[in-house]
């Protein structure tokens, strides 16, 4: 046995005891804890250019900023423009949003921060924006607008 052989078989050992090792209670209590409502749009309170966020049941999520009022951007989010970022969220409340031929925006949902109606679903939630193309990060409030509404 050569001494990559016998460093292999002692590095697999550790990895096997340290995953015999972790229990159930080293998992973190509830990754599935961010639910938004999917039947509207998302509206943030920022001082220049309003973001808007609306969540599809299968897990996309699309986001436009505008200054023109709630309808013009349900307008930009229901037709495929260079306005409208598209991306993917998960239950754990992280999102990442793209346009095309940039870099993603990314968001975090703090967990501390949300208001959560009585089905479960979120009306409301704080989220920190970080801009990886210019490296800025700013919290944002939203609040949801249902639509017809």
Same mark, same amino acid.
């Given at each position: 046995? %050569?001494?990559?052989?016998?460093?292999?078989?002692?590095?697999?050992?550790?990895?096997?005891?340290?995953?015999?090792?972790?229990? /159930?209670?080293?998992?973190?209590?509830?990754?599935?804890? @961010?639910?938004? *409502?999917?039947? !509207?749009?998302?509206?943030? $309170?920022?001082?220049?250019?309003?973001?808007?966020?609306?969540?599809?049941? /299968? %897990?996309?999520? $699309?986001?436009?900023?505008?200054? $023109? !009022?709630? +309808?013009?951007?349900? %307008?930009?989010?229901?037709t495929k423009s260079d306005e409208r970022a598209e991306g993917e969220y998960s239950r754990s409340g992280l999102m990442s949003v793209?346009?095309?031929?940039?870099?993603?925006?990314?968001?975090?949902? $703090?967990?501390?921060? @949300?208001?959560?109606? +009585?089905? %479960?679903?979120?009306? !409301?939630?704080?989220? *920190?924006?970080?801009?990886?193309?210019?490296?800025?990060?700013?919290?944002?409030?939203?609040?949801?607008?249902?639509?017809? !509404?």
């Amino acid at each position: 046995m %050569g001494l990559f052989d016998s460093l292999r078989t002692k590095r697999s050992k550790d990895s096997r005891d340290f995953v015999a090792s972790t229990t /159930a209670s080293d998992a973190p209590a509830d990754v599935d804890w @961010f639910k938004p *409502r999917t039947d !509207g749009l998302y509206l943030g $309170q920022t001082p220049e250019l309003t973001p808007y966020l609306r969540f599809t049941a /299968a %897990g996309k999520v $699309q986001e436009t900023w505008s200054d $023109q !009022g709630v +309808e013009t951007a349900r %307008g930009l989010l229901a037709t495929k423009s260079d306005e409208r970022a598209e991306g993917e969220y998960s239950r754990s409340g992280l999102m990442s949003v793209v346009r095309r031929f940039e870099r993603p925006v990314v968001y975090a949902v $703090q967990d501390s921060c @949300f208001a959560q109606a +009585e089905n %479960g679903l979120f009306d !409301g939630f704080t989220a *920190r924006c970080t801009n990886t193309n210019t490296r800025e990060t700013t919290s944002i409030a939203f609040t949801f607008s249902p639509d017809g !509404g």
